[in-house]
């Protein structure tokens, strides 16, 4: 039992991972970053781009990618080998004691594939703070290491499930805030949440559940960013300290202001 | 220290993950084989034939594949990630903690990029014995946990290596031979080192230093086998209790009779 420690949840996506000199700078910032942490990876292009050359042509229903058997051997590859491989050794480089996780590994994460209704989204687990068996964790940390999760977890009989980053990025940042405090960190192709979203430089420092009416009312919070804010207050009800959202280029700011106030966007209740 | 505890390291080669049934049959043994093991994985003809898909083909010299750019990306994908990360899942189902792992994780294994002299080999790594971290493997040991290593090394320096599967279980035994009493299997497609290779029964029990002049001269040693009677001697030399060939699908031998007697051939000093 740890709990005054910090910990940092930091999920990067496809716009990071795409991006090599943006890749580049996030790995060192993170490598940087003192005490514990997490790092959360999503895809990017790549997984696409290798389907094709495979033949795989992914499905999407209402905007969500169908995970057929040859779809999840593809993400099992891009993700789970040559994404998530490749970041480990580069943080390795920068002497950040990194390990390579799915949610298999350790039983990490044991999700539940996601039940046939009007749609069959085939090898998808959704998961939940409760699947994330926290005393793994707690060894790694205490071992020193730095976990690096793709985002696939297990269903237990041996099959892996293909799992949203923010949803895990979420969950693991709940079940941590048991024993550590926690800030839930989502890098982002914006320095923030905008007030102004034709204004790059109209970021929003702090929303709090209160704001939002009035935030609205301005028409700030368009383009799908209500979702965010509510998964963010519901993050911070189940436990964790507080969420920022900003950019990948400027995460040294978390370790530089502990109010983490040059960071984007800080969310919390 | 636990310089009291066996360990098995254990090799499986591309004839056993190619073949389902064959692997099904050797998880359910491995996850039933009491006490500390590691499993090291090679890749079968599945990264060939994603290779082909992918227009990745790959050039030998001298009966070693050349590891060029694209060939480290698709063994990082399919060894790596495809392989590696099902294997976790299954050995789970089947209650074992696993936790698949390359050579950057933990900094378990980092290895020198093969010097370019006539051939450039390309990114492959060689791994000697004191390039494993054996303080990594202890604690993973200590917590309960169960290697499942995938043919890939680092070179600290940001860049995976492609390493051949026997040579990281080699390595990996001798290394924690300093810890346990390490014994090393391959699993092999025969049921041991044949007396007469056209006689699959012809097993010989144990092959010593002193048996091989005479087996030499009755013409069994053939096919190879003496590189790998040369590299288990060494092993046993350098540490290793003993090296043991034999079937993948009679590995709960090794449990049954802790002279190990029942499971191909023992190669001891």
């Known amino acids: 039992m740890?709990?005054?420690?910090?910990l940092y949840v930091i999920k990067i996506g496809g716009q990071v991972i795409d991006d090599e000199a943006a890749c580049a700078d996030f790995l060192q910032q993170f490598a940087a970053l003192p005490g514990l942490k997490v790092l959360v990876h999503g895809g990017g292009k790549l997984a696409t781009r290798i389907g094709e050359r495979l033949g795989i042509t992914s499905q999407y229903v209402q905007g969500r990618r169908i995970t057929d058997e040859a779809t999840?051997?593809?993400?099992?590859?891009?993700?789970?080998?040559?994404?998530?491989?490749?970041?480990?050794?580069?943080?390795?480089?920068?002497?950040?004691?990194?390990?390579?996780?799915?949610?298999?590994d350790m039983d990490l994460m044991r999700a539940t594939k996601r039940p046939v209704k009007e749609v069959d989204y085939g090898w998808v687990g959704d998961l939940m703070a409760e699947d994330v068996r926290v005393e793994a964790f707690v060894?790694?940390?205490?071992?020193?290491?730095?976990?690096?999760?793709a985002p696939l977890t297990h269903d237990g009989?041996?099959?892996?499930?293909?799992?949203?980053?923010?949803?895990?990025?979420?969950?693991?940042?709940?079940?941590l805030s048991a024993h550590y405090r926690v800030?839930?960190?989502?890098?982002?192709?914006?320095?923030?949440?905008?007030?102004?979203?034709?204004?790059?430089?109209?970021?929003?420092?702090?929303?709090?559940p209160a704001d939002v009416p009035a935030l609205m009312e301005e028409g700030a919070l368009r383009d799908g960013i209500l979702p965010k804010l509510d998964n963010a207050f519901a993050a911070c009800r189940a436990g964790v300290e507080q969420v920022l959202i900003g950019p990948?280029?400027?995460?040294?700011?978390l370790s530089a202001s502990s109010s983490g106030q040059s960071f984007g966007t800080i969310i919390r209740l």
Do not use: W
């Open 183 to 208: 800030q839930l960190v989502f890098c982002f192709d914006q320095k923030g949440v905008l007030r102004r979203p034709e204004d790059p430089d109209s970021v929003i420092p702090l929303i709090r």
């Open 2 to 6: 740890t709990s005054s420690s910090r």
């Open 139 to 149: 060894q790694l940390f205490d071992a020193g290491q730095v976990p690096v999760l």
């Open 248 to 253: 990948a280029h400027a995460l040294s700011a």
């Open 72 to 104: 999840l051997q593809l993400v099992t590859m891009v993700y789970g080998g040559l994404i998530n491989r490749q970041l480990v050794a580069r943080l390795q480089a920068l002497g950040c004691m990194a390990i390579g996780l799915t949610g298999a």
């Open 157 to 175: 009989q041996g099959h892996l499930l293909n799992t949203n980053a923010d949803t895990i990025a979420s969950c693991v940042a709940v079940a």
